[in-house]
């Protein structure tokens, strides 16, 4: 009797500890979740620091990629391109890795200071140099980060 | 099979039940609560996405700006009612709108009122008129 009563207690207590590792598990997942999501959030709202930054006279280097703005800020009188490449939003600094502009599009690619990457598409009005919307931010890891570690 | 064996095996049953019990409830309770937790994160991100598509709505251009500002920025109060109207919020679910002091838009909070909810789940956003095409009147009459 003693065996099967010691193989019983056996399976209770394993059952018992796989199912509470179960339960551990899930909560871990929900917050490696809830982190992932406030990263995107930190970079949904470097992008929207970007937009507000792209108004007024600066809005004439929506035109250009960002590597030509140097040499594009004769043709932009009165504006700095440094106000797009960077600053600090909340309380995280972000800098503009790259921005592509297209017909009625541009890609925009900002990175956060713990190296978090996110680019998004911006909808472009094709008559003047202005931003109409903004996409969903698709994260790129922190590639750039770690390998400057 | 002596008496002894069958005490001492009671005894290890007894004891593994006992304990196999208490660990079940603790799993089930970890589960309860990680479930809810899932549910309020869900009920965050839809609040949000809710607000990021109807700032990109036609219905949002004129009612979210602040018309007797210079500066092309949103009325916060227009604002917070309209997102608050138009959006199917949970009533767990609260928002707080605060304006960004170098001016770049508004910041919206989002959490959940409720005390069992450990950690507390709030997420926080930029929302700029300009990113949404709401300055495009400004521009063209600057």
């Excluded at chain 1, 059952?15 to 598990?25: V, W």
């Excluded at chain 2, 002596?2 to 660990?23: D, F, I, N």
Aim: glycine residues 6%; negative net charge; aromatic residues 6%.
């Amino acid at each position: 009797m003693l065996p099967l009563a010691l193989t019983a207690s056996a399976v209770l207590l394993l059952g018992s500890a796989s199912l509470y590792t179960l339960s551990l598990q899930k909560r871990l997942r929900i917050h490696s979740s809830q982190h992932r999501e406030q990263g995107a959030d930190q970079l949904r709202s470097a992008a929207q620091a970007f937009a507000a930054a792209a108004r007024g006279p600066e809005a004439c280097f929506l035109r250009w990629p960002s590597i030509e703005w140097a040499s594009a800020a004769q043709d932009c009188s009165g504006s700095d391109p440094s106000r797009l490449s960077g600053g600090v939003v909340g309380e995280m600094a972000w800098s503009l890795l790259d921005w592509q502009p297209f017909t009625e599009s541009g890609q925009l690619k900002v990175q956060l200071a713990d190296g978090r990457t996110g680019s998004f598409r911006l909808s472009l009005d094709s008559l003047v140099p202005s931003i109409l919307g903004i996409s969903e931010v698709q994260l790129q890891g922190r590639g750039l980060h770690l390998e400057a570690e | 099979m002596s008496l002894l064996e069958v005490v001492v095996s009671s005894v290890v049953l007894a004891s593994s039940s006992s304990g196999a019990l208490g660990v079940w409830n603790r799993a089930a309770i970890e589960i309860q609560r990680s479930t809810q937790l899932d549910e309020h994160a869900l009920q965050l991100e839809t609040a949000r996405i809710a607000t990021h598509r109807w700032l990109q709505s036609d219905a949002a251009s004129s009612v979210v700006i602040d018309s007797s500002s210079p500066d092309c920025r949103f009325n916060p109060e227009a604002l917070e009612a309209a997102v608050a109207d138009r959006l199917p919020l949970g009533s767990e679910l609260s928002t707080h709108w605060s304006a960004d002091p170098q001016g770049l838009g508004h910041w919206l909070e989002l959490s959940v009122d409720v005390l069992q909810a450990m950690p507390l789940l709030k997420r926080r956003l930029l929302f700029s008129p300009a990113a949404y095409g709401l300055c495009k009147q400004e521009e063209l009459s600057s």
